[in-house]
């Protein structure tokens, strides 16, 4: 069985932010199929491309930097699958680079960073310098399916300040992580319209 994985780097911009994961994944699904690359496919009456997100991004939130792994069954120039599948993608979602990976090498995200942009007239960095300062930092993440407590402070990894800016590095681990809204809140930024969050890197090794 010839198996070849890819992993690609996408952008995920403007009115795309606010897809969600599902949507997003049934996208892929239908560039892939219409882009006439060798795809491998799950078994049963209803296959599906083999392709995966690492990490899901927050609604709303936009992306210069997502990751996504699939795989071919035939081997293929990395230009060619960017070539016939950036054709297939629509406004605010744009390939950034193709490689291939070893399939025995499972692909992990060490961490991500995002940037923050509000008004000027806000200053977080005496906010950053205190929660950076705490070796604990306990809060309630509520959801559909309940409520539980988080502890934030060990997956923020730095923060960088200036006045209407913040740049947070975030620790990405099997047990979790923490949302960037989660850690602005923390610093005394409450997110809201005026707040504007983007991805700008996503760190990939192998565990």
Known sequence: MNIFPYRLRFTKTGKL????????????????????????MTEGYNPHPILSFPTALGL???????????????????????????????EGMKLQAVEPFARRDRSAIEYVEYE????????????????????EMWIERKSDKGSKKVELRRYVIAIATE??????????????????????????????????????YTEVGIR
């Open 163 to 200: 006045p209407g800016r913040a740049l947070i590095r975030i620790r990405v681990t099997d047990q979790g992580t923490a949302k960037p809204e989660e850690i602005l809140r923390a610093m005394g930024v409450e997110p809201g319209a005026g707040v504007r969050i983007k991805k700008t």
């Open 60 to 90: 709303g939130i936009e992306s210069v930097d997502e990751v996504m792994e699939l795989e071919l069954s035939a081997w293929m120039a990395p230009a060619k699958i960017e070539a016939a599948l950036a054709a297939q993608l629509p």
């Open 116 to 135: 923050a942009k509000f008004a000027p007239e806000i200053d977080p960095t005496a906010g950053a310098k205190e929660f950076l300062a705490k070796t």
């Open 17 to 40: 932010r606010f897809l969600s994961h599902h949507d997003l994944m049934r996208l892929f699904e239908r560039a892939l199929r219409r882009s006439g690359l060798p795809l491998r």
